[in-house]
């Protein structure tokens, strides 16, 4: 039978719709948008491309699926340390779930390959590695399949920040099963990413699913970098104290010094970096995933297809090198749909050193043009004096009509002033010094400086020194700031700092063009919120609980379930549902039955227990 006779053949299903799985199982009423399309297209055998937020549902695209079709779903996903929390949470749904990695013995492997062998698993998980081992590739060949699901599919690009080469293999699942559905997954892509998975992944047939990018719970705030620390300190302290979330450094050191700083002044703060060993690692991981307040100080090798969805902030100490680091790295933050933070400082320094890092990288010349591309946009939305969410959704190839209202752009306009003069003097600085020097020094020259350094340089008398005594040493850092991110200087190559002139400068150096320049906002210690931001918000999510003492009772009964079960306490319930029982007050178990969340399986396990700890707490009928 060739490919196009087995694609035409009306797939075996269990019966049951996918509407009716999602009410059973999932305990939800309804599909979000294009959810339901996609699930459909999968059930009837298509192949399909689905780009959705993080916390727009993926997995269910894939799971729902896999309990209508018969056979078992294979889903391969690149984080081994994730598969336990992801098998677990099903499995709390009553869902038959496992998954085969490099962690089992030789006697927990075996058992897994005969429940898939004998038809007892509903999904298996699988890393990517492990599925392309020809043991692999010949036992699934003789299971019963339903699908392939490859979650994070943007790891399959070449250009992207999460690339994994093993990715590169799947494309065998083409060829070697034939007539098996594949859906792939991600929620980070552009359109040139796009084109490239479909194409790797041989899907350039499938069907493709494009949702909006936008999260509109996400608060977006980019700041200038004065003092990194003391911003940090003042946005955790104003904002987020008490609340989990997520801190990226650009280094090692940087993630081991900012959380030693974080718990000098009380917080739960942990690092995370391929510096660490792995039982460290994953012990703070588990931390994260199953203690509450806990904030994990990491570079970007922490979070791809983390589930916890109650991360209320995620704040950049660095500049991250791309459009879609930064989008994949602040969606973790607010997967429960409540408002959340996506905080940033960032500088001229952090543009020097990624600048610098890209040309002495050992990319050819088409590699470097697209990072020089990648980081050029995400220097854009930084110094963007529109919407910020605009910026962000039409680099995705997405639209907002209208500014969103829950940007630091939109909340406090910024104001921009005529740069045409001070751009002119800091060139033409640069030029006169010889483009041999970096921005401190340029300032100091520009500010008449009498230093030691530059009357040896001799720089006293040039025609530039002391005629921009007009600007503050930050606001002249600010201007410096926005001509190498907008590519009128650029770094040295070698690494030494000095700003170089480029050719786009020209214009601008002989005063032929206007420019205006940002105002960066003076911060005062301890008001780095945003007006009209998200801290009154966050903290009415869980203000708004009238009867706090059963809001923590309930908190304390899905506590020690996550206990006794080993779990996560999100896998038992989420926030959100905790919320509904509360409000709704159910008293029997067909009442509990009712709210969002809670499928057949969770209401026979806990229900009763539930029902047990809000008993005194009913209000009166």
Same mark, same amino acid.
């Given at each position: 039978?060739?490919?196009?006779?087995?694609?035409?053949?009306?797939?075996?299903?269990?019966?049951?719709?996918?509407?009716?799985?999602?009410?059973?199982?999932?305990?939800?009423?309804?599909?979000?948008?294009?959810?339901?399309?996609?699930?459909?297209?999968?059930?009837?055998?298509?192949?399909?491309?689905?780009?959705?937020?993080?916390?727009?549902?993926?997995?269910?695209?894939?799971?729902?699926?896999?309990?209508?079709?018969?056979?078992?779903?294979?889903?391969?996903?690149?984080?081994?340390?994730?598969?336990?929390?992801?098998?677990?949470?099903?499995?709390?749904?009553?869902?038959?779930?496992?998954?085969?990695?490099?962690?089992?013995?030789?006697?927990?492997?075996?058992?897994?390959?005969?429940a898939l062998m004998t038809g007892e698993l509903d999904l298996l998980y699988c890393a990517p590695e492990r599925l392309i081992?020809?043991?692999?590739?010949?036992?699934?060949?003789?299971?019963?399949?339903?699908?392939?699901?490859?979650?994070?599919?943007?790891?399959?690009?070449?250009?992207?920040?999460?690339?994994?080469?093993?990715?590169? @293999?799947?494309?065998?699942?083409?060829?070697?099963?034939?007539?098996?559905?594949?859906?792939?997954?991600?929620?980070?892509?552009?359109?040139?990413?796009?084109?490239?998975?479909?194409?790797?992944?041989?899907?350039?047939?499938?069907?493709?699913?494009?949702?909006?990018?936008?999260?509109?719970?996400?608060?977006?705030?980019?700041?200038?970098?004065?003092?990194?620390?003391?911003?940090?300190?003042?946005?955790?302290?104003?904002?987020?104290?008490?609340?989990?979330?997520?801190?990226?450094?650009?280094?090692?050191?940087?993630?081991?010094?900012?959380?030693?700083?974080?718990?000098?002044?009380?917080?739960?703060?942990?690092?995370?970096?391929?510096?660490?060993?792995?039982?460290?690692?994953?012990?703070?991981?588990?931390?994260?995933?199953? @203690?509450?307040?806990?904030?994990?100080?990491?570079?970007?090798?922490?979070?791809?297809?983390?589930?916890?969805?109650?991360?209320?902030?995620?704040?950049?100490?660095?500049?991250?090198?791309?459009?879609?680091?930064?989008?994949?790295?602040?969606?973790?933050?607010?997967?429960?749909?409540?408002?959340?933070?996506?905080?940033?400082?960032?500088?001229?320094?952090?543009?020097?050193?990624?600048?610098?890092?890209?040309?002495?990288?050992?990319?050819?010349?088409?590699?470097?043009?697209?990072?020089?591309?990648?980081?050029?946009?995400?220097?854009?939305?930084?110094?963007?004096?529109?919407?910020?969410?605009?910026?962000?959704?039409?680099?995705?190839?997405?639209?907002?009509?209208?500014?969103?209202?829950?940007?630091?752009?939109?909340?406090?306009?910024?104001?921009?002033?005529?740069?045409?003069?001070a751009v002119q003097k800091a060139l033409s600085c640069v030029f006169r010094t010889g483009q041999r020097f970096g921005v401190?020094?340029?300032?100091?020259?520009?500010?008449?400086?009498?230093?030691?350094?530059?009357?040896?340089?001799?720089?006293?008398?040039?025609?530039?020194?002391?005629?921009?005594?007009?600007?503050?040493?930050?606001?002249?850092?600010?201007?410096?700031?926005?001509?190498?991110?907008?590519?009128?200087?650029?770094?040295?190559?070698?690494?030494?700092?000095?700003?170089?002139?480029? @050719?786009?400068?020209?214009?601008?150096?002989?005063?032929?063009?206007?420019?205006?320049?940002?105002?960066?906002?003076?911060?005062?210690?301890?008001?780095?919120?945003?007006?009209?931001?998200?801290?009154?918000?966050?903290?009415?999510?869980?203000?708004?609980?009238?009867?706090?003492?059963?809001?923590?009772?309930?908190?304390?009964?899905?506590?020690?379930?996550?206990?006794?079960?080993?779990?996560?306490?999100?896998?038992?319930?989420?926030?959100?549902?905790?919320?509904?029982?509360?409000?709704?007050?159910p008293a029997t178990l067909a009442d509990m039955a009712d709210i969002t969340g809670v499928g057949a399986a969770k209401l026979?396990?806990?229900?009763?227990?539930?029902?047990?700890?809000?008993?005194?707490?009913?209000?009166?009928?």
């Amino acid at each position: 039978m060739d490919f196009e006779q087995l694609s035409t053949v009306r797939p075996e299903t269990t019966g049951e719709s996918p509407e009716d799985v999602l009410h059973r199982v999932f305990g939800y009423e309804s599909f979000r948008l294009l959810q339901g399309d996609i699930i459909r297209e999968v059930v009837a055998g298509g192949d399909a491309l689905v780009l959705m937020p993080t916390g727009g549902g993926k997995s269910l695209c894939y799971q729902v699926p896999a309990l209508v079709r018969t056979g078992t779903a294979v889903v391969i996903s690149p984080l081994i340390a994730l598969m336990q929390d992801q098998v677990a949470a099903l499995k709390e749904l009553g869902v038959k779930a496992a998954f085969l990695n490099s962690t089992m013995d030789v006697d927990q492997a075996m058992d897994t390959e005969n429940a898939l062998m004998t038809g007892e698993l509903d999904l298996l998980y699988c890393a990517p590695e492990r599925l392309i081992q020809p043991r692999t590739l010949n036992l699934l060949k003789e299971a019963s399949l339903s699908l392939f699901a490859i979650d994070e599919a943007h790891c399959v690009s070449q250009w992207g920040h999460d690339f994994r080469s093993d990715y590169l @293999e799947l494309t065998r699942l083409a060829t070697e099963f034939p007539g098996i559905p594949r859906i792939a997954l991600t929620a980070t892509a552009d359109e040139r990413t796009r084109k490239e998975i479909a194409e790797r992944l041989s899907l350039t047939r499938a069907r493709h699913f494009v949702s909006s990018f936008d999260r509109p719970n996400i608060q977006y705030r980019i700041a200038a970098k004065t003092n990194a620390n003391r911003q940090l300190l003042d946005f955790i302290s104003a904002e987020h104290s008490g609340d989990c979330g997520i801190v990226y450094c650009l280094s090692r050191n940087k993630v081991d010094a900012t959380a030693k700083l974080l718990q000098k002044q009380g917080y739960a703060a942990l690092p995370y970096h391929a510096g660490l060993d792995a039982r460290t690692r994953a012990s703070h991981q588990e931390r994260f995933l199953r @203690e509450d307040g806990i904030i994990i100080v990491a570079t970007i090798a922490f979070g791809m297809g983390i589930d916890k969805p109650d991360v209320r902030f995620v704040a950049h100490m660095d500049l991250p090198k791309s459009l879609e680091a930064y989008y994949q790295e602040t969606g973790r933050a607010g997967r429960d749909g409540k408002p959340s933070t996506a905080w940033m400082v960032y500088g001229l320094q952090d543009v020097i050193k990624l600048r610098q890092m890209l040309e002495a990288s050992q990319g050819n010349d088409q590699f470097k043009r697209v990072e020089r591309q990648k980081l050029d946009a995400m220097l854009g939305l930084c110094e963007v004096t529109q919407c910020r969410r605009q910026v962000l959704l039409r680099y995705f190839g997405d639209t907002l009509d209208t500014p969103c209202g829950n940007c630091d752009t939109c909340l406090n306009p910024p104001e921009t002033w005529d740069g045409k003069v001070a751009v002119q003097k800091a060139l033409s600085c640069v030029f006169r010094t010889g483009q041999r020097f970096g921005v401190t020094y340029l300032i100091d020259v520009l500010r008449g400086s009498e230093n030691e350094r530059i009357i040896q340089s001799g720089h006293q008398a040039v025609s530039t020194y002391g005629i921009g005594q007009e600007l503050s040493a930050n606001e002249w850092k600010s201007v410096f700031r926005q001509l190498v991110a907008n590519g009128y200087l650029r770094a040295d190559p070698d690494g030494f700092g000095a700003l170089q002139l480029t @050719e786009e400068c020209r214009p601008l150096l002989k005063g032929e063009v206007d420019i205006e320049l940002r105002k960066d906002p003076v911060q005062k210690p301890g008001k780095t919120r945003a007006s009209g931001g998200s801290s009154s918000r966050n903290r009415k999510y869980v203000d708004e609980v009238e009867d706090k003492e059963a809001w923590e009772a309930l908190r304390a009964c899905r506590k020690a379930l996550a206990e006794e079960k080993g779990v996560p306490p999100y896998v038992i319930f989420h926030d959100a549902t905790l919320f509904e029982i509360l409000e709704k007050q159910p008293a029997t178990l067909a009442d509990m039955a009712d709210i969002t969340g809670v499928g057949a399986a969770k209401l026979e396990k806990y229900g009763a227990q539930f029902l047990s700890a809000l008993k005194p707490f009913l209000r009166t009928r």
